[in-house]
């Protein structure tokens, strides 16, 4: 076969479009399911207030971001099934990652943001900025359907109280308030709010699946892959090798799972050319085993480094009885506080959708965290290991406190202690923005392309050094985009 791509989100659902349109035959290997068919209730996905089996990646209890709620503990115990969302544990931090077809757009919240072009430009300094912001992040934006909240809407509608109640709060504090764009169809939600269609948003769904208005990689660019039929996708397929052919090419090694997570069978087949768009995790653990393993002795030693979490670290304030935020809130954010130039954070204001009023406000931070870990191989174990430290993100939670320190104070208000543990604070112990691993210009060419091995490339989340500045997936879509344009034009 010409062209393999281990993973169907952001960098590998472009990959094989742009392939598949270039004339190229694809085939696209996903260990997570397909997600298009409804269970037991009617429904493709779970709602975020009832985790169920469909939710967790191979777990018997859930791993939920707010661990606990006014005292009671969040978690419970499912069965152990090849859900959506893998909340996976190395020494010093959780990594939540979406598994399926469509990878993490089918768990995130759609919050869709180009960073500032100064800012990419530090960030991806071997990348010409100029090309980035004329041709590919406008091609991004468009191929993922990208809009903007209508202004008059959000001033007006009840469930984004939440969100309006953070835009005065930073406001007061003389931080600038933005809009986030989000992969949303505002006018499904307009009838969500008038109660004429199904509700997704408006009825809490995120982090296991949204069943009606995200626009997912499913509704984007996978269904254009389809349209090509030159694309073959295989769901509940696991990658575990890849290594030269003799005759040329590469061999891989797919584990075919049941859902259970069990190997039923180990499939091998050729390809030509094979993409690494795993994620950032996905791809990083792949590479590391296979230079260690012997089976890609030839990667440079640039493989496993440069790996960051994107400075996120999430926190909570409690209002004053004259501040609720809302019975219903939105589960797609559209609001940030922009503070990255004085003090090194860009805040979302986020939905706590319990379905009661709670008098919080709730924040996702991305943050300018200095500190890079590394993937190695432990050998005894068989495994990739991750030396992030959890005292790293004291950074990002000092770098938060610039904004929610100044805003408690002008409010004279407190952090809610109740949402993480007992009496604390900061959501530090995770991450849903895996990146590097894999960083382009360093594990790889200029474009993608693995040093030692024409014809293997990384196209996702491994390649960007870490940090992005906001949240990820347009800047991993842009970068796709612009490396494989270059790649069909040159390698093919
Ligand atoms: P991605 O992780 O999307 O896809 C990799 C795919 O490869 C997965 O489907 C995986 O199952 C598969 N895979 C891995 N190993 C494999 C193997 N060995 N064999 C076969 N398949 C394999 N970002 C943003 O910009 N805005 C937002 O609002 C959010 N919100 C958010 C919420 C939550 C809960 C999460 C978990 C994440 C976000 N994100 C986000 C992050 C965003 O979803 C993420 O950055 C991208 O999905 C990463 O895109 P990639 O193409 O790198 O990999």
């Not at 694809?26 to 975020?48: L, Q, R, Y």
């Not at 180009?114 to 004329?134: D, Q």
């Not at 959890?390 to 949402?419: C, H, M, V």
Request: glycine share 12%; net charge positive.
């Amino acid at each position: 076969m010409p062209v393999l791509v281990i993973g169907t989100g952001y960098g590998g659902s472009v990959a094989a479009l742009r392939l598949a349109q270039a004339g190229t035959d694809v085939h696209m290997v996903e260990m997570g399911m397909a997600w298009d068919t409804p269970g037991a209730d009617g429904k493709i996905f779970a709602n975020t207030t009832r985790p169920d089996d469909r939710s967790f990646w191979l777990r018997t209890r859930t791993k939920q971001p707010l661990s606990n709620f006014l005292g009671f503990p969040l978690d419970k115990n499912v069965n152990r099934y090849t859900g959506i969302l893998d909340a996976e544990e190395f020494a010093g931090i959780t990594v939540y990652q979406g598994r399926g077809v469509g990878g993490g757009s089918l768990v995130n919240g759609g919050m869709a943001v180009t960073p500032r072009r100064e800012n990419f430009a530090a960030i991806l300094p071997s990348v010409n900025a100029a090309e980035m912001y004329s041709t590919y992040y406008p091609r991004a934006n468009a191929g993922l359907g990208v809009t903007t909240i209508d202004p008059a809407w959000f001033d007006t509608v009840d469930c984004y109280q939440y969100s309006r109640v953070g835009r005065k709060h930073a406001q007061r504090s003389g931080f600038p308030f933005l809009f986030v764009p989000a992969v949303y169809d505002w006018d499904y939600m307009k009838q969500e709010a008038a109660g004429t269609v199904p509700r997704s948003a408006l009825d809490a769904e995120i982090l296991y699946g949204n069943n009606y208005g995200k626009k997912s990689l499913q509704k984007t660019y996978i269904d254009r892959i389809r349209a090509t039929g030159r694309v073959t996708i295989s769901p509940l397929h696991r990658v575990t090798r890849v290594s030269p052919a003799s005759g040329g090419g590469y061999t891989v090694l797919i584990d075919q799972l049941d859902t259970t997570g069990r190997t039923s069978v180990t499939k091998t087949v050729t390809a030509d050319k094979v993409f690494f768009a795993a994620g950032s995790v996905g791809t990083s653990k792949l590479l590391v085993g296979l230079k260690a393993t012997g089976a890609l002795p030839l990667l440079n030693n640039e493989v496993g480094k440069g790996w960051g979490e994107n400075g996120n670290v999430m926190c909570g304030r409690a209002n004053h009885l004259w501040d609720p935020t809302g019975k219903v809130q939105s589960s797609i954010p559209t609001g940030g506080i922009d503070n990255w130039d004085a003090g090194g954070a860009f805040a979302e204001v986020a939905p706590l959708p319990t379905g009661i009023e709670t008098w919080a406000s709730f924040y996702l931070s991305i943050t300018k965290n200095p500190h890079r870990a590394e993937f190695t191989w432990n050998a005894a174990a068989g495994r990739a290991e991750l030396n992030w430290q959890t005292a790293w993100k004291q950074p990002s939670i000092d770098a938060a406190r610039t904004i929610f320190d100044k805003i408690n104070k002008k409010e004279g208000t407190i952090y809610r202690t109740d949402l993480f543990g007992v009496h604390k604070i900061w959501g530090d112990h995770l991450t849903y923005h895996p990146l590097g691993g894999a960083v382009l210009d360093k594990a790889t060419d200029n474009y993608g392309r693995l040093h030692g091995y024409p014809g293997l490339y990384v196209i996702d989340g491994a390649l960007i050094p870490g940090n992005c500045s906001v949240n990820p997936f347009v800047t991993i879509t842009a970068l796709a985009e612009r490396n494989i344009e270059r790649i069909i034009a040159t390698d093919l």
